[in-house]
């Protein structure tokens, strides 16, 4: 069985292949419609998931929540929080043929295929090791793929040798895109269970919406976001509304993704090189991802949200759209539901996490995309790989 920790030693920033495979994560500071006001809820004091967590009863991820106690929870509970110890979940695009075989070899991390089978009613697992890669690629699969081998991965740590210490020293979670319900699912806002039904519907959703208009996203590499920015703003100039741009990935210095409507992505193509970008590359996913291209999705996922279980995390969860650990489960409904139309901002979570003293990072997933962003934004930053 191959080691499944990898430690990144990269010393200068990765080649422009690697930034091609980071493109297709996400990141911005757009909340529409949702309001960040400190609110209060109630929710049950138990614990839902099941992961282990510093100073939280241990358990295991496909455990589910007994009822309990109903206590407020503040919104700014975590406004303060000081990282030590972090887990990095993967977005779209991370996947790739094979991840998901060596979980096999632990009963915890096989049973959420398993379990998984049941809620998709497909073989996840024969997807994941021997594709076809466009079936596996295709944003109904990938999301819920990436979803169970990230989690699947926790399962693997934990049968290590010191595995179980590592679990329970994160105090900070968070994940692109996709990843933050990955991240939720492991701080227990949500079951193993709950969590992949909405993931399922969110692909479902992004699909949908996808196939409705005629939309495409591009990676900018090279440039800074204020030149990204610019460079959107000549290319707004030349279509129509229905085809305007907005950066969609704010992922790491000189790399940046834009999404809008098809012929405003080909003017965006076409004009970089005269704002000096080192180049561009169309990212092979089925829309205008985090831009309003997707709003046709968010009524589906509020009703969802709305249906599902949410409790507060037991360690704060980083949000993807403006930067910020949230503790009331209303407000991270809300904002769930209004994440596939707002800008990741992912480069401000690394660097702000960082900032705040954030010791040692470890990618739980398929790929190594968020070990590569890291390093961007910090060469001497730690970030382990562990992969199933």
């Not at 690697?18 to 138990?46: D, E, G």
Request: net charge neutral; aromatic share 6%; with cysteine.
């Amino acid at each position: 069985m191959r080691s499944l920790f990898h430690r990144t030693t990269l010393r200068t920033p990765p080649p422009a292949h690697s930034l091609i495979q980071m493109a297709t994560a996400s990141s911005s500071f757009l909340l529409p419609s949702v309001s960040l006001n400190n609110l209060s809820s109630s929710r049950n004091a138990s614990s839902s998931l099941g992961f282990s967590t510093k100073n939280l009863n241990r358990s295991k991820v496909s455990m589910s929540v007994s009822a309990g106690s109903q206590i407020n929870v503040n919104d700014s509970l975590f406004v303060d929080y000081k990282p030590t110890s972090a887990f990095l979940f993967p977005g779209q695009g991370a996947q790739a043929i094979g991840m998901g075989k060596e979980a096999q070899s632990v009963a915890a991390a096989s049973d959420l295929y398993n379990k998984a089978n049941h809620i998709l009613g497909y073989d996840l697992l024969d997807i994941c090791v021997n594709g076809p890669k466009e079936k596996l690629d295709s944003t109904v699969i990938s999301q819920p793929a990436i979803y169970v081998t990230s989690l699947a991965a926790v399962e693997l740590l934990r049968v290590r040798e010191g595995g179980e210490q590592i679990i329970n020293s994160v105090d900070v979670t968070c994940g692109l895109s996709l990843g933050e319900y990955t991240a939720l699912a492991f701080a227990g806002a949500f079951s193993f269970e709950d969590g992949l039904k909405l993931v399922k519907l969110r692909g479902e959703a992004m699909q949908a919406a996808a196939d409705a208009a005629k939309s495409a996203m591009v990676s900018i590499i090279g440039l800074d976001s204020e030149k990204v920015q610019q460079l959107c703003d000549a290319a707004n100039q030349e279509v129509d509304e229905a085809d305007k741009v907005q950066i969609a990935n704010y992922l790491c210095p000189g790399n940046y993704a834009v999404s809008g409507g098809l012929k405003g992505i080909e003017v965006v193509e076409a004009k970089a090189k005269s704002f000096k970008a080192r180049m561009t590359v169309r990212l092979a996913v089925a829309g205008a991802f985090h831009t309003s291209f997707m709003e046709p999705a968010v009524s589906r996922l509020e009703a969802a949200l709305e249906a599902t279980e949410i409790r507060s995390p037991r360690i704060p969860v980083i949000s993807n759209v403006d930067a910020q650990p949230h503790a009331d489960p209303d407000t991270i409904k809300k904002i769930l539901a209004r994440q596939v139309t707002s800008p990741v901002q992912w480069e401000t979570t690394v660097k702000t996490l960082l900032a705040k003293g954030l010791k040692s990072s470890y990618e739980l997933g398929p790929g190594k995309v968020i070990a590569g962003i890291f390093k961007r934004v910090d060469k001497t930053a730690s970030v382990e790989n562990i992969s199933a």
